[in-house]
């Protein structure tokens, strides 16, 4: 039994390295493989979900076991001998990588990688589910799946190093956000989470702009002037308590940040044209309406 992909354009990059992927193959092995190795920059990921065998590898011989994982890299020769009672079932995914490390950025993982041209223990990091869905991937081929083998591959190198790396911490991380994100972050947490108290002068203080550059902000952002912003986060979250019969219109005005109910059904009437009681009546009435449609 043996299900292969090969001859595919597999490439992606991790951490700025090319990796081609050459060859991706599923088998439960009925012969022994005899001994090879591969050339330079090339690399085998073997995982063994279930079954048993032998592997010899640069003149030592390891027992395979459910749930082994081990890596072949640039010219280390290995054979495989299945145990006929029981005979191993072997995922395996053949890499191509490109490039000197040497001459591009810090890269810890394919560092990693490529410096451990041998490795086998128990896999730690859920290396099943991966190599399943890969193949799921693979044999169904739905839309972007192609994406999704390139990331799946990603992963892959990223697991078997943290098997090699038993949870290290990584050194590096990711790079500050730049102020122009940073900013679209805080004005739309602030409007979103507190929308009773929004001020034009608190949000220009996080933004560590002037209340007239924030204004211009928002207007470059989202055409809307800091009022208009509030009257709609205010108001959706009007929409949303509304649908809660067991809350008054006055409990919602002060949720709302309003100084009484007859300010907050005001602004509900300007901004939805209607009063907040008819708008309540209104949501009930589709609601039992969509109840009778069930079956």
Known sequence: MRTLYTDM???????????????????????????????????????????????????????ITPNMLFVTGPHVEHAQTPLQEDPMQEYCVYLKTFGNLRSKKPSPVMEAFTSMPFWIGKDTQGMHSLMKQLFDELSHRYIGYQNQVEALLSQLLIHTVRNYEQRRVSQTSFARS?????????????????????????????????????????????????????????????????????????????????????HFSSAFRKYYNTNPREYRKLLQGAAEATALRKP
């Open 178 to 262: 730049d102020l122009a994100h940073s900013q679209s972050v805080i004005i739309e947490e602030y409007f979103l989470y507190e929308y009773p108290s929004l001020s034009l002068d608190v949000l220009a203080r996080r933004l560590k702009l002037s209340p007239r550059q924030t204004q211009r902000l928002l207007t470059e952002y989202y055409g809307k002037t800091f009022q208009q912003k509030k009257a709609e986060a205010r108001m959706s979250a009007a929409a949303i308590l509304l649908s809660d019969k067991t809350r008054s219109i006055a409990s919602i005005a002060e949720a709302l940040g309003y100084s009484s109910a007859e």
């Open 9 to 63: 354009n597999i490439r992606f990059t991790l951490d700025g390295i090319p990796v081609h992927g050459l060859n991706i193959a599923f088998e439960r092995f009925t012969r022994s493989i005899p001994a090879h190795s591969h050339g330079s920059g090339c690399y085998e990921i073997h995982y063994i979900p279930f079954g048993y065998g032998k592997l010899e590898a640069q003149g030592r011989h390891y027992d």
